[in-house]
């Protein structure tokens, strides 16, 4: 289902977004968002890929001019499926599907040509071919019988059916996307796809950059998800095997993100550590390259200055309320908190509508602690109303990229206790040189899911003022050397002009 917002039939730099800019807040929508605002001399389209129209609701940012195109695609809406009807296939091309699927199963991935061609997706295997053809039905069984034959058939062909059915989708979307000068897709998955894709078709030069690792991201969801309901009897299991259907969504994105690694003409990081995951799963050494984060230093620095003195003290979690942030954690770290700090509260600032079941969750649990009157969720907030009331900010993610929050914390004088995941560690203890960790920690860095450590680390900076203003001086010098938003937005802006005057030329 595809909807245009604005069209035109040129834009410089085509964002493929895959679920995030202008339908979601935070992370990667709030990096897209300082990119457009930052640039207007640019013109730029998006294309939004997301699930269905019911997952998201209303445009979350207000639409910069230069954002000139902006279409809406949704992969697994059930009006996209076209009526059954009988079909044979060709079986040539089902051949050379049955090459491909080896290929994806070697240890070393060779991009076949079969998988570069639009031409196969919309005119020798089609999507009706896909979904209704003999030749798939019996290539299916085949490659059921020789995979999995312990899994039910009906767990197989369905998981199948839909982790292929949005390739066909974007396919389709290349050949009606406007004139282009530079793609860049920020993650792998499906908009790297679609970027690979685009980018073969239309012969031009692609970005990626990756806020977190997108293929790590989706092992540890799928992992977690329970709507992956198919797990072989405990009794018949060997010791390292997990539920096959899982395995079969974790491999299917390992190789698309490898896809879209040997197609990208550049591929970003935003610090060193993640650079070394792409690396290990396909990128090229010298196609990477690491452009930090920036925020706005100078005006989050008013916030600084609204501080109040003898304010009550709160600990403010900054994120989405999904299982990825781990905000349980959280909620039993504040919990022992409150045994030697009763009056401190804590505060859950972020969206509460992408995971209502997780919410939920969540909300029970504060409430069979007893802990209602001081465990507060305040949905999506301005962070310039939070951060002068905030003593201490937090982050309990299982995996993170490099979260904007904690710079913008930084930058209003705001320490932060992070658990180890993505740049938090580089962030806080210093990573990009040796004067940078110099500096020292600008708050604490915990291990994952310990709430018993992160309660303690809250403890010591609530109860410790001195060790609570090193952090924070720490912090502003921090993100006043190393994290400027001007900074970050020359580098990209230089990256964009030189690929879009070589396209020009």
């Known amino acids: ?85 009988k079909r044979r296939g060709d079986k040539k091309a089902f051949k050379e599907i049955d090459a491909l699927y080896k290929s994806l199963k070697s240890d070393k991935f060779d991009i076949p040509q079969t998988l570069k061609d639009i031409d196969f997706y919309n005119k020798r295997v089609t999507f009706e071919d896909f979904l209704y053809a003999k030749e798939s039905w019996k290539f299916i069984n085949k490659i059921y019988l020789q995979n999995a034959p312990d899994v039910p058939f009906i767990d197989y062909f369905w998981t199948l059916r839909n982790i292929h059915k949005p390739i066909w989708q974007l396919a389709a979307i290349v050949k009606e996307l406007p004139k282009i000068k530079l793609l ?10 679609l970027g690979a894709l685009a980018s073969y078709d239309m012969q031009l030069p692609l970005i990626l950059t990756e806020h977190g690792i997108y293929t790590r991201e989706r092992k540890i969801d799928m992992l977690q998800a329970e709507w992956i309901e198919y797990k072989k009897p405990s009794l018949l299991q060997q010791p390292e095997e997990f539920n096959y259907v899982k395995k079969m969504w974790v491999e299917f994105f390992q190789r698309i993100g490898e896809f879209s ?21 396909g990128a090229k050494q010298e196609k990477t390259q690491i452009i930090p984060n920036g925020v706005d230093v100078d005006s989050l620095k008013e916030l600084y200055l609204q501080r109040k003195e003898n304010q009550k ?5 900054i994120g989405r309320v999904v299982s990825i942030k781990d905000i349980k954690t959280f909620i039993r770290a504040m919990r022992i908190c409150f045994g030697e700090l009763p009056d401190v509260e804590g505060w859950i600032v972020g969206p509460t509508d992408e995971d209502k079941e997780y919410f939920l969750e969540c909300q029970e649990m504060v409430e069979s602690f007893g802990l209602v009157d001081n465990i507060k969720f305040l949905g999506f907030q301005n962070i310039k109303d939070i951060l002068p009331q905030t003593t201490l900010l937090t982050l309990t993610s299982i995996s993170e990229g490099m979260p904007l929050v904690i710079l913008e914390g930084f930058a209003a004088g705001v320490p932060c206790v992070a658990t180890d995941v993505g740049s938090c560690r580089d962030l806080i203890e210093g990573g990009l040189d040796e004067d940078d960790k110099a500096l020292g920690s600008a708050g604490a860095v915990t291990g994952i ?11 010591h900076f609530l109860q410790d003022k001195d060790a609570w203003k090193r952090a924070q001086s720490i912090a502003l010098k921090r993100v006043q050397k190393y994290y400027r938003e001007d900074d970050f937005l020359v580098k990209y802006h230089t990256l964009y002009q030189s690929y879009i005057k070589k396209e020009a030329q």
């Open 261 to 281: 690694y040997n197609r990208a003409d550049l591929i970003l990081s935003l610090f060193s550590a993640a650079r070394d995951i792409q690396i290990s799963l």
């Open 449 to 459: 899911a310990n709430p018993q450590e992160i309660a303690q680390n809250y403890l």
């Open 1 to 85: 289902m595809q909807t245009y917002i604005r069209k035109s039939e040129s834009v410089d730099v085509m964002f493929l977004a895959e679920g995030t800019y202008p339908y979601i807040r935070g992370g990667v929508s709030s990096w897209i968002a300082q990119i457009l605002h930052g640039m207007p001399d640019i013109r730029f389209g998006i294309c939004f890929i997301g699930s269905k129209r019911s997952d998201y609701t209303s445009i979350q940012y207000e639409l910069p001019e230069n954002l000139v195109h902006l279409e809406v695609h949704y992969m697994f809406e059930d009006t996209t499926l076209p009526s059954v009807h």
């Open 313 to 317: 003290e709160v600990v403010t979690l």
């Open 184 to 193: 860049h897709s920020p993650s792998t998955g499906y908009a790297g796809f």
